[in-house]
């Protein structure tokens, strides 16, 4: 924005076009929302819709599942999904000075986190609770590594090849 003194007012510089994926929560929790894909909302691996008939009426609010649930007191692991707007939610946590190993280890230590990124600006960032408004870029964007159970990181590894 740039200050017009004659007139008094201030001027827009650049207005930038919104999408269909700017509307909050469009798919709900755990929904990848890409306006490049059809139908724009999709699970990641891993994850189905939680209201399938919703689903196919275009409909996404219900968001999508795991496929298994992570139990705390068998294996789990991370899925890396790549060329995101990560998620917003207000319970997170912000460590400037943690490497990407030891961001993922502290994840992994409490049972609610369900999700982490290691950022250049916030440094490690780990969220609990279900991940929502999440945004699926064609270029650029963040890595989010999401909370599963190892069977299912396995399952998901073999159906990518």
């Not at 650049?14 to 709900?28: H, P």
């Amino acid at each position: 924005m740039t200050w017009n003194p004659r007139l008094g007012i201030w001027n827009s510089i650049v207005a930038l076009r919104g999408d269909t994926c700017d509307g909050y929560n469009l798919c709900g929790s755990y929904g990848l929302c890409n306006t490049n894909k059809q139908p724009i909302c999709h699970c990641p691996d891993g994850f189905e819709p939680r209201q399938p008939l919703d689903w196919k009426r275009l409909t996404w609010t219900g968001g999508c599942v795991r496929t298994t649930e992570p139990n705390c007191s068998t294996p789990q692991g991370f899925m890396k999904v790549s060329g995101l707007k990560l998620p917003d939610t207000s319970y997170f946590l912000v460590n400037s000075g943690m490497s990407k190993v030891d961001c993922e280890a502290a994840c992994l230590r409490n049972c609610s986190c369900m999700g982490y990124a290691k950022t250049d600006i916030s440094g490690c960032v780990v969220w609990f609770g279900e991940l929502l408004d999440i945004r699926e870029y064609n270029e650029g964007g963040q890595d989010l590594y999401i909370r599963m159970a190892a069977s299912e990181l396995a399952d998901c590894s073999k159906a990518r090849r």
